[in-house]
T-cell receptor, first 115, second 111 residues
Framework: DAGVIQSPRHEVTEMGQEVTLRCKPI?????LFWYRQTMMRGLELLIY????????DSGMPEDRFSAKMPNASFSTLKIQPSEPRDSAVYFC?????????????FGPGTRLLVL | RKEVEQDPGPFNVPEGATVAFNCTYS??????FFWYRQDCRKEPKLLMS???SGNEDGRFTAQLNRASQYISLLIRDSKLSDSATYLC????????????FGRGTSLIVHP
């Protein structure tokens, strides 16, 4: 399996621009997570989906952030408008809880820099 | 009080040393526990699960103390390649399946 795929790997944008991050989970996994990691706050869970349905988005910082999962093989995290404080590494992870395996498999991350 | 707490370190140890990290969690109803490893500029990867009876994988030993609400990771005979950040993960810390990550403990193994 190719593992969790994220794109782009790096993104540099200017404040106010829209940013879209993409994730392809491991085929067959039923949970998908979006995380943000910074030096100051560590790894923060933003939102997670179960079978394409958003379950908990309480970690989404504000209305500028939105996430979708239109099908089992694709999810997006959108920031509109972006701000410098959104600069971070954004990870997507997937797991197969139905099998009793709670292991999360992370993608390589998207390094976002908002100028 | 944070749900999952770790000493950020760094722990600076020579090759061959034994080093141990602890991680405390606040929710006594937490269900499952893990250690992940994260190398610099890489994604976290599962190192090992932590079972009630304790478990060992080569040079690594993980233990759970439910009474005191902490988990530990022991690394014996440290290698240079063990240098990384070790993240403690607790599932059910928030009363649900939601996984909660600690901030991580940095380990530096030097020659």
């Amino acid at each position: 399996d190719a593992g969790v795929i994220q794109s782009p790997r790096h993104e540099v944008t200017e404040m106010g621009q829209e940013v879209t991050l993409r994730c392809k989970p491991i085929s067959g996994h039923d949970y998908l997570f979006w995380y943000r990691q910074t030096m100051m706050r560590g790894l923060e869970l933003l939102i997670y989906f179960n079978n394409n349905v958003p379950i908990d988005d309480s970690g989404m910082p504000e209305d500028r952030f939105s996430a979708k999962m239109p099908n089992a093989s694709f999810s997006t995290l959108k920031i509109q408008p972006s701000e410098p404080r959104d600069s971070a590494v954004y990870f997507c992870a997937s797991s197969l809880l139905a099998s009793g395996q709670e292991t999360q498999y992370f993608g390589p991350g998207t390094r976002l820099l908002v100028l | 009080r944070k749900e999952v707490e770790q000493d950020p370190g760094p722990f600076n140890v020579p090759e061959g040393a034994t080093v141990a990290f602890n991680c405390t969690y606040s929710n006594s109803a937490s269900q499952s526990f893990f250690w992940y490893r994260q190398d610099c500029r890489k994604e976290p990867k599962l190192l090992m699960s932590v079972y009630s009876s304790g478990n060992e994988d080569g040079r690594f030993t993980a233990q759970l103390n439910r009474a005191s609400q902490y988990i530990s990771l022991l690394i014996r005979d440290s290698k240079l390649s063990d240098s990384a950040t070790y993240l403690c993960v607790v599932n059910g810390a928030g009363g649900s399946y939601i996984p909660t990550f600690g901030r991580g403990t940095s380990l530096i193994v030097h020659p």
